[in-house]
């Protein structure tokens, strides 16, 4: 599976489990009936050596990394915009206006002469 590019997991508990527990992307050790040399070679641990809890933290770890992405998509979504705005205003040549500190002329300026 792994030369497929694939994410592997494996579950041991022994001495002869560790060298499949370090070979593969996850290894999970069982805390409680475990050797501590199947715990060494692992990448977590069990701690009640039930099964059901590698779903529920699977399950979180999905809810935890959609929240990132949501979060990352927006901050993106934001600065892409402000960063758009400014390099129209270079590219549209909106400068300083010389008799003033801002970007905008004094309003008689504005005014048309008649």
């Known amino acids: 599976l792994q030369r497929q590019g694939l994410v592997t997991a494996m579950t041991g508990d022994g001495v002869n489990d560790a060298p499949a527990l370090n070979q593969a992307d996850i290894g999970v050790a069982m805390g409680l009936q475990g050797t501590e040399v199947a715990k060494g070679a692992s990448a977590m641990i069990l701690l009640d050596d039930n099964f059901c809890s590698i779903v529920a933290a699977v399950h979180k770890g999905r ?50 002469a008649r």
Not at 83 to 108: A, D, E, N, W
């Open 63 to 112: 809810v935890i990394y959609a929240g990132i992405q949501k979060f990352v998509t927006f901050i993106m979504s934001v600065h892409i915009a402000e960063i758009l705005q400014i390099f129209i205003c270079v590219l549209g040549g909106i400068q300083r206006h010389p008799s003033t500190s801002s970007c905008f002329p004094k309003p008689m300026d504005c005014r048309r």
